[in-house]
């Protein structure tokens, strides 16, 4: 899914950058950065390239004078200057090398620009070059960010904005996205913290507030606070897109809780679908205490086996549901007497190296479903995205997709429905699908496993040897795979009502219902 994230990135950069940097800070649209190197670590300061002597004079004489507005203009330019020619460098390098001009300009912020003497839109951009940094050395040597580096960019973020709206906004979702790029659930709890310390005459003001909702919306998924995910999210619903603009800079009109499914689908490895969370918060509140959740991290886990068993079906369909019934009958004539016997009805499921993959984003998993596919063109489908919390006994990961189906409407009709339709819009029939993953962890998964022969000989490099227990190998996760699917019909501003995505019991009014159900057993690299 790395290569997926390469593969979309066109997707969102192309058009709608600014908005899937205030929405889901997306990681993968700003070209990606992490840690010091010994050039940052180095106490000497450094001549910086000539062509921007002017710009680097004028910071280093602010040391002993104030800096007029002519000089910040000249050091604001720069820095806009060298954050454009370091992208382009870096996008030209496909991702494989961080440019020169990265390594002066992090010199040139830490030991030459003084930060006292620097209004708040020369710290943003000195934050954000940092933060670029970080994303870059975090994509090239695949490793978490330095705190030091993340500690430096969060120093310049740390400014008063008085009664500027928009640049209260900014940095609201600057912090955002560097506790992102931090990797760190650390940073969350702060800036969580920092939200709610807000000054209520300042976070009350419209615009302010819409962002100051979806952030701590956020956050709670993050950090498994359901209350607030509760709150939040119905907030959240009637927040209007175009509220959500930065320094009036005009947005795709598409709502955030539809835009996070959207970045979670398209890159599973970069956001989480924080609007699942939502629509399933109810069902988390009772079993996933946030008191009693292992140490909350950013980090992937690996799955090393995967197998199911069909144990229902049922489909209002007559032919599915005869399909259904003779893929049963297999299953129970092949039954057993012992646990041996049974374990051999079980499919193994194939996994490529990169559909091995569970992304762990604080206390939620979002996991790639690579055997349940949905159509993401035309003429491509893609895997369904599963989203959910976790904890060190179980985990609960769900998705819900929403397709229209051709439209083969007579003219009569319409017109029986044109009043109707002047209010709800077009009388429509959509396809359904929801999925859900229910796991309890099993006993410790130990690599010379009989069973799991196929995986061992893969993961001993085909020489057939046993490998040497590690501490690391991963446990067994069993439990059950529910998908549901049916057609329904419905008004096109149904499409974007909340309440109708949120319906847990809309199979009794489908056209076409079928079900199944598999059990499930994974061994998956979670911590011990």
Not at 29 to 58: E, F, Y
Not at 257 to 285: C, D, G, M, W
Not at 393 to 405: D, K, N, Q, V, W
Not at 415 to 427: A, D, F, H, M, S
């Amino acid at each position: 899914y790395i290569d997926m994230a390469h593969k979309y990135n066109s997707i969102i950069t192309a058009k709608n950058v600014g908005l899937v940097t205030i929405i889901a800070a997306a990681t993968a649209t700003i070209i990606i950065l992490n840690q010091p190197t010994n050039k940052l670590k180095s106490k000497r300061k450094r001549k910086v390239a000539g062509n921007a002597a002017a710009g680097h004079s004028a910071a280093v004489d602010a040391a002993s004078s104030p800096l007029d507005i002519s000089q910040l203009a000249i050091i604001q330019h720069d820095l806009e200057r060298r954050r454009q020619e370091i992208l382009n460098e870096f996008e030209r390098s496909h991702h494989k090398k961080i440019p020169d001009e990265m390594h002066r300009a992090m010199d040139y912020i830490v030991n030459e620009l003084v930060l006292s003497q620097c209004p708040p839109q020369i710290r943003l951009l000195a934050s954000q070059l940092i933060q670029d940094y970080a994303i870059m050395q975090h994509n090239i040597e695949a490793c978490d960010p330095d705190p030091q580096i993340i500690a430096l960019a969060k120093h310049w973020l740390e400014f008063d904005c008085g009664d500027n709206t928009a640049l209260q906004i900014e940095q609201i979702n600057h912090r955002y996205a560097l506790a992102l790029r931090s990797r760190s659930i650390k940073e969350f709890k702060h800036l969580f913290a920092w939200l709610q310390a807000m000054d209520a005459s300042h976070r009350e003001r419209d615009t302010i507030r819409q962002n100051w909702i979806l952030r701590n919306f956020q956050c709670a998924c993050l950090l498994g606070k359901w209350t607030q995910v509760r709150s939040f999210g119905e907030e959240l619903e009637r927040v209007e897109p175009e509220s959500l603009a930065a320094n009036g800079q005009q947005q795709a009109p598409l709502h955030p809780l539809h835009l996070f499914e959207y970045i979670a689908l398209k890159l599973p490895n970069q956001s989480a679908n924080f609007t699942q969370v939502y629509y399933n918060v109810e069902r988390y509140a009772p079993r996933f205490d946030p008191m009693l959740c292992p140490p909350l991290r950013f980090t992937e886990w690996h799955i090393k086996h995967c197998a199911t068993l069909l144990t229902f079906g049922f489909s209002t369909t007559p032919q599915t549901n005869h399909d259904l019934q003779q893929q049963l009958a297999v299953g129970k004539d092949d039954d057993g007497d012992g646990d041996g016997n049974k374990q051999r009805k079980y499919t193994k499921v194939p996994t490529s190296s990169g559909s091995r993959m569970m992304f762990v984003y604080g206390c939620l998993v979002q996991f790639p479903c690579f055997w349940v596919q949905i159509p993401a063109s035309n003429t491509k489908m893609q895997p369904v995205v599963l989203t959910g919390p976790w904890n060190d006994t179980e985990m609960e990961l769900t998705a819900s997709y929403i397709r229209r189906m051709p439209q083969q409407n007579s003219d009569e009709k319409e017109r029986e429905n044109g009043e109707k339709e002047k209010k709800k819009g077009k009388l429509i029939k959509v396809v359904r699908s929801d999925l859900r993953l229910r796991l309890d962890r099993k006993l410790p998964f130990n690599p010379n496993e009989d069973s799991d022969g196929d995986d061992l000989k893969e993961e001993s490099n085909g020489n057939g040897k046993n490998m040497k227990k590690t501490r690391h190998s991963g446990w067994h996760w069993k439990g059950d795979f529910e998908h549901e699917e049916g057609v329904l019909q419905c008004y096109e501003h149904d499409l974007n009502n909340f309440q109708f995505r949120k319906n847990s019991e809309w199979e009794s009014s489908a056209l076409k219902f079928t079900c199944r159900t598999w059990k499930i057993h994974m061994v998956i690299t979670t911590p011990d």
